[in-house]
């Protein structure tokens, strides 16, 4: 697992992992908000260059990375 820490206007990863398609539930994120957060709904919105997908996350504020995010290799 890794954790971006979002601020009021920015997004911080410190912990960089490299990630090979094909990977399922294997790649957890777990987000960090500022207080300016606090009492909103929060949507991570991920994307592989072609297609985006939206994943709401829960109470505890993580995720795992979709499958369909790591099915092509070689895009960042």
Do not use: Q
């Not at 260059?49 to 990375?65: A, K, P, Q, R």
């Amino acid at each position: 697992m890794f954790t971006i820490t979002i601020g009021k206007a920015e997004a911080i990863c410190g912990d960089k992992i490299t990630l090979t398609s094909g990977m399922v539930k294997a790649v957890r994120v777990a987000f960090v908000f500022s207080e300016e957060w606090d009492n909103f709904d929060k949507i991570v919105v991920f994307s592989n260059g072609t297609e985006t997908l939206d994943v709401s996350l829960g109470e505890d504020n993580t995720c795992y990375i979709p499958h369909e995010m790591m099915a092509d290799a070689g895009r960042d």
